[in-house]
């Protein structure tokens, strides 16, 4: 079993859907959360932190399960420029090293 | 502020030639990992630096890799004998915080190896 897993996707929406993504990790001993947005092979960028609690930002918000590990994030009235590929990341363990799942592709239709 | 620096932004390379990747961490970082996507895949670590220390190697290939980040000048990715399979997109990212301050990393634009 991977240690963070997504669905690939794509994901086809119109513009103004809303959508959801899940994504599942392995190791209940992770301590930290992240959505990272990529385009077209750029770098990855940090779109959101993922909190216990849930946290929104604009359109966006993100939620956290412990029990049943998994983190999900929900886009809003989605955009064109939406269109991405959104990587799930977990830090495992103190020690920095991020795991990055492989990342669920978006595509906002006009 | 320039932010993370990564050269060359694309480098060819023929089988069993050498690639080096450059990163150039943002100012006041002294944390830098090196990752690789491979096509159509998410990315992989491979391994976490401090000045002149090796952190973690865990995701480095055992043979032909190696990394390095000296206390002057930037970190190297050093790939000897380049195969076909090294071929990806290579990320760099710092951080200035390590341990469980740590909140974000900073990517660079990444290297695209390609092996001829």
């Known amino acids: 079993r991977k240690e963070v897993e997504q669905d690939p996707g794509p994901f086809n929406v119109p513009e103004g859907a809303t959508v959801a993504f899940n994504c599942t990790y392995s190791?209940?001993?992770?301590?930290?959360f992240f959505w990272y947005r990529q385009d077209c092979r750029k770098e990855p960028k940090l779109l959101m932190s993922?909190?216990?609690s849930g946290n929104e930002d604009g359109r966006f918000t993100a939620q956290l399960n412990r029990a049943s590990q998994y983190i999900s994030l929900l886009i809003r009235d989605s955009k064109l420029s939406d269109s991405a590929t959104y990587l799930c990341v977990v830090n495992i363990n103190a020690g920095n090293m991020l795991t990055f799942g492989g990342g669920t592709r978006l595509m906002v239709k006009p | 502020n320039a932010g993370v620096m990564q050269n060359p932004r694309h480098l060819v390379r023929r089988r069993g030639q050498e690639a080096r990747l450059r990163c150039s961490p943002m100012?006041?970082?002294?944390?830098v990992y090196w990752y690789r996507q491979l096509p159509e895949e998410g990315l992989k670590f491979m391994v976490y630096l401090q000045k002149e220390n090796i952190i973690d190697e865990s995701g480095m290939p055992k043979e032909r890799f190696s990394a390095e980040f000296p206390k002057e000048g930037p970190s190297i990715l050093r790939i000897q004998q380049v195969v076909r399979g090294d071929s990806a997109a290579y990320f760099c990212a710092s951080s200035p915080l390590s341990g469980a301050l740590h909140e974000k990393l900073f990517f660079g634009s990444g290297t695209q190896l390609s092996v001829l």
């Open positions: 993922v909190y216990s």
């Open positions: 190791n209940s001993a992770s301590q930290s």
């Open positions: 100012k006041g970082h002294s944390h």
